[in-house]
């Protein structure tokens, strides 16, 4: 490779580890001691064969402090080991389970699975929040995410939850999610512009004006939508609406997947629509991604120059993004070059698994297109 390429290529890592540095600094913070929402809010929590979360998840929501006018909807998504019963053991009266029937042709189970809870969602809910099961909330998570929504004027806020990784995969695999919308989204640009591309969202924690999820056409408007979470912000920009990601290492925390096994099934469901929403795209990301952040710390193992600083801005840029998420950052930012290469393989392996139709999640295809309608992708 020719020394000038190389450069280049250290030169883009330099840029995205300052770009992640500058987000850092920019990324809206919510207050440590929020204002009482005096305003209804209604929280969605979609669950499928989540039992052994689903418990621990509605403790710390029923905990939730300055809500005078809390509800729980919980949708049950055609669960199979109890989940349901495990709902109808919580005997506090602000919690609601609804049964969700089959999603119709074209929508993707968790999609269906959050309409169907919004719908529920009564009249005078102002705020509309979409947490997971595996998330667990801190005590004042909403009332804080909704004086962000306030302080600021913004349509949807993303709280980005602290990600607790344990295992080899997950500290390689799971701070790439916030390192990527880091090192890549101009923050303020992206909250102020109404270009739908400027968007990141994570569906683990959503917080959502009622009236402008109506206008952005609710989940109805993101059925098919493998990724819902960033698909349904991007809604929200198009009908006039702001929305961005916000720190919420201090007001949630969720380990997501547990192990390479999970990791590995978890993102290829949907790697492929991660970035342009096509399998060329996602190849193309990872193409780029690769020579920035893997061929110079290659270089440097062989005495390039620029290779080292090519190696060591990638390892800024990991570490400005996990103090910015509130995840590890030490050693795990060292091993940023193998996080990449395993990003690599999780998208061949999800690319190839759309293009042969085999992708699946909790027993259903991950494709809209595909019949029976009971059979799309559940939460």
């Known amino acids: 490779m020719s020394g000038h390429l190389l450069r280049a290529l250290a030169g883009v890592a330099v840029a995205g580890a300052a770009h992640a540095g500058v987000n850092a600094a920019l990324l809206r913070r919510p207050p440590a001691d929020p204002p009482p929402v005096t305003r209804a809010v209604t929280v969605v929590l979609p669950v499928r064969d989540e039992a052994d979360q689903v418990a621990g998840c509605l403790e710390a929501l029923l905990d939730q402090r ?36 089959p999603p119709p042709p074209g929508w993707l189970g968790k999609p269906h699975a959050c309409a169907v809870g919004a719908a529920a969602a009564e009249a005078a809910a102002e705020v509309l929040v979409f947490v997971d099961a595996d998330v667990r909330l801190f005590p004042d998570a909403i009332a804080a995410a909704v004086a962000v929504l306030d302080e600021h004027r913004l349509d949807l806020v993303s709280p980005w939850p602290r990600p607790l990784a344990v295992r080899a995969a997950e500290r390689l695999v799971q701070p790439l999610a916030p390192w990527l919308w880091t090192t890549t989204l101009p923050l303020r640009l992206a909250e102020r512009s109404s270009r739908p591309s400027l968007a990141a969202a994570n569906g683990q924690f959503l917080v959502v004006r009622r009236g402008a999820y109506a206008r952005a056409g609710g989940h109805a408007a993101v059925r098919g939508e493998v990724l819902e979470d960033i698909a349904l912000l991007r809604a929200v920009k198009r009908a006039g609406g702001r929305g961005v990601p916000i720190d919420g290492s201090r007001l949630a925390a969720c380990r997501m997947y547990e192990g390479w096994a999970a990791v590995r099934d978890g993102y290829a469901k949907s790697l492929w629509a991660s970035v342009g929403g096509t399998p060329a795209g996602g190849l193309a990301a990872a193409a780029a991604l690769t020579a920035v952040y893997v061929v110079p710390p290659l270089a440097a193992v062989r005495g390039s120059r620029a290779g080292l600083v090519g190696y060591l801005a990638g390892v800024a840029g990991r570490v400005a993004s996990a103090r910015a998420s509130g995840g590890r950052a030490w050693p795990d930012a060292l091993a940023h070059p193998l996080s990449v290469l395993a990003l690599d393989a999780l998208m061949l392996r999800s690319v190839r698994g759309r293009r042969r139709g085999t992708l699946r999640w909790r027993g259903r295809p991950v494709d809209a297109t595909r019949p029976p309608a009971s059979e799309t992708m559940g939460p």
Do not use: E, I, M
């Open 66 to 101: 300055g809500l005078a006018r809390l509800r729980v909807v919980v949708v049950d998504d055609g669960s199979t080991d109890g989940t349901a019963g495990v709902v109808r053991a919580v005997t506090d009266p602000r919690v609601q389970l609804v049964t969700a029937p």
